[in-house]
């Protein structure tokens, strides 16, 4: 009971700021850029091919990728700017047990990660299936993919969400947070695939792939497992580091 | 009735010693006064005291509880330390988030809202505010739960007259009600105004802890045409002796009838022998030499600003 109401407190938190309107703007705006490739992109030959088959309309609007990149920055931002406006303070005075108030912070985040991976997924496909009369194809991808989609965009926006949270917690420093979530979606992954060959199939753009169907390197529940690894760590290492830490 | 207890707290930040083995208790039904220069170690001893920071050694409880051990803190211990607010957040929402965080029922915002004079200015971005008006925004979320005890860190910084009379009469109210109220501040006026007992830091160390009425009847003002030499032969009897005028002494450690015998049986005049009345302002330079150790004096800087021009 007590934690639901620290859960409730930090998506007030969320909610009474400017920060997810703007993401929600990014968010319109890139569904915006789908919707314009589709009306004015074409392949090297000039045709549509692209957008000619279910499974290049899925890839097209597979934004779990996407999704978990841009709320491991929303995570981030959001937690280290707790650390900033010393908004931690009344936080841990209210939860001195420190744990309960990150885990309850997490859990918001990831909430309005998931969200906003959700909306994002939704808006794409509304653009692309609301672009498509204008080309000579229709929409031509299965609701049962369309869900997929969906859900894959939502898992990865919470898991990103969840990996943003973690650095926050670690690093505190705003612009050093986000720096580090740059850091670990866009240039660890390429170095973990040169160092092991195999780690290709276990990085989150082909993990995200797989969640949403467009890909199959993994099983699916496995891309699930690992998906949630890429957050759990971040996560465990900011309760940790939160524990014995002066709040200064 | 909750008593907080600081026993043998030591902090140190690398080789720097922040506060150093310091022990006091603050008594329900009183304000106690937190004293000390700018750096002292009192905001570090209230945030160990409300388990923000931790300490190297020692221990402090409210109640005879760690402040973490407490089962529902906002209820039992407000708290006002540095600015903590988003800027782009209103201040009801602030406070809301407060409340839901603690269980409080959201009416209660209101109510205090109304209290500290916000209601209007409620729904604005508290980055907007003024400073003063933050440190009503900061009251407001320390009486939330409405907790017996109170610990604000310099909470007159910004108000204005009014303002300050209010959040006296407020702390008194407290005070007089059974809690327990730790006020540090620098504005000494005010502390006069306000605390029953002060307690006094300097370099992390306690040097003194009382009640203030107490406190002030513990230097002899004494007047003599004969300064210089009953300085002289007061320091040898054991006075610790500071001369304050041309014919004024205030002399510690040495009792009223000590001082005027010893006068008499070196046959020096006294025109003058009481205790000492001065400004809490007086007696906290006194207890803390200079003051802020780590400024230079204030006629320093001008002077040194007036030779670079």
Not at chain 2, 67 to 95: F, I, M
């Amino acid at each position: 009971m007590r934690w639901l109401r620290l859960v409730r407190a930090e998506l007030r938190k969320l909610t009474t700021t400017k920060l997810p309107w703007g993401f929600l703007a990014v968010l319109v705006v890139l569904a915006g850029l789908d919707g314009a490739v589709v009306i004015w992109g074409t392949d090297f030959d000039g045709s549509k091919t692209f957008i000619s088959t279910a499974e290049d309309q899925a890839s097209l609007m597979a934004f779990a990728a996407n999704a978990m990149i841009g709320t491991s920055l929303f995570g981030a931002i959001a937690v280290a700017r707790e650390y900033g406006h010393n908004t931690v303070v009344p936080t841990f005075l209210t939860s001195p047990r420190r744990y309960r108030a990150v885990l309850a912070q997490l859990t918001a985040v990831m909430l309005a990660g998931g969200l906003l991976g959700l909306i994002g997924e939704s808006l794409v496909i509304g653009a692309v299936a609301g672009t498509l009369p204008f080309t000579d194809y229709g929409f031509l991808v299965s609701a049962g993919v369309t869900a997929q989609l969906l859900l894959a965009s939502t898992c990865a926006g919470a898991v990103g969400a969840g990996l943003g949270a973690g650095i926050g917690t670690v690093i505190r420093n705003l612009g050093g947070a986000v720096t580090t979530a740059v850091v670990v979606l866009f240039i660890l992954p390429p170095l973990l695939v040169q160092l092991i060959n195999d780690a290709a199939s276990w990085i989150p753009d082909t993990l995200t792939r797989v969640v949403a169907g467009v890909d199959d390197q993994v099983g699916v529940p496995a891309a699930l497992a690992v998906l949630a690894g890429w957050a759990i760590v971040p996560a465990l290492l900011g309760l940790l580091a939160v524990q014995r830490r002066d709040v200064v | 009735m909750h008593q907080l207890t600081i026993q043998n707290v030591t902090k140190r930040y690398g080789k720097h010693t922040v506060v150093d083995d310091l022990s006091f208790t603050v008594e329900p039904g009183k304000v106690t006064g937190f004293l000390g220069p700018n750096g002292a170690g009192k905001s570090t001893t209230m945030k160990i005291l409300l388990d923000l920071a931790a300490a190297d050694h020692g221990r402090t409880t409210i109640g005879g509880t760690r402040y973490r051990e407490l089962r529902d803190p906002t209820r039992v211990v407000g708290v006002l330390l540095e600015h903590a607010y988003h800027p782009g957040r209103s201040g009801r929402n602030h406070l809301r988030i407060l409340a839901d965080a603690s269980g409080v029922p959201a009416a209660r915002v209101d109510d205090l809202l109304d209290l500290v004079g916000l209601a209007e200015a409620a729904d604005r971005h508290a980055g907007a505010y003024s400073l003063g008006m933050r440190q009503r925004l900061g009251l407001a979320a320390a009486l939330l739960g409405d907790p017996p005890v109170l610990v604000l860190d310099e909470p007159g910084n910004g108000l204005d007259p009014k303002g300050l009379r209010d959040l006296r009469d407020l702390l008194r109210a407290r005070a007089t009600a059974g809690g327990t109220v730790f006020v540090s501040s620098h504005l000494l006026a005010e502390i006069e105004h306000l605390a029953d007992e002060v307690v006094v830091v300097n370099r992390g160390r306690l040097v003194t802890h009382g009640a203030l009425s107490d406190l002030r009847g513990t230097a002899i003002s004494v007047r003599t045409p004969s300064a210089d030499r009953l300085a002289h032969i007061l320091r040898q009897t054991g006075g610790t002796v500071r001369q304050t005028g041309a014919d004024s002494l205030l002399v510690t450690d040495l009792a009223t009838n000590v001082i005027g015998d010893t006068a008499c049986a070196e046959q020096i005049a006294i025109h003058g022998l009481a205790p000492q009345t001065g400004s809490l302002e007086d007696l906290f330079m006194q207890w803390t030499g200079n003051g802020d150790h780590h400024q230079p004096p204030v006629t320093d800087m001008i002077q040194k600003e007036v030779a670079v021009r």
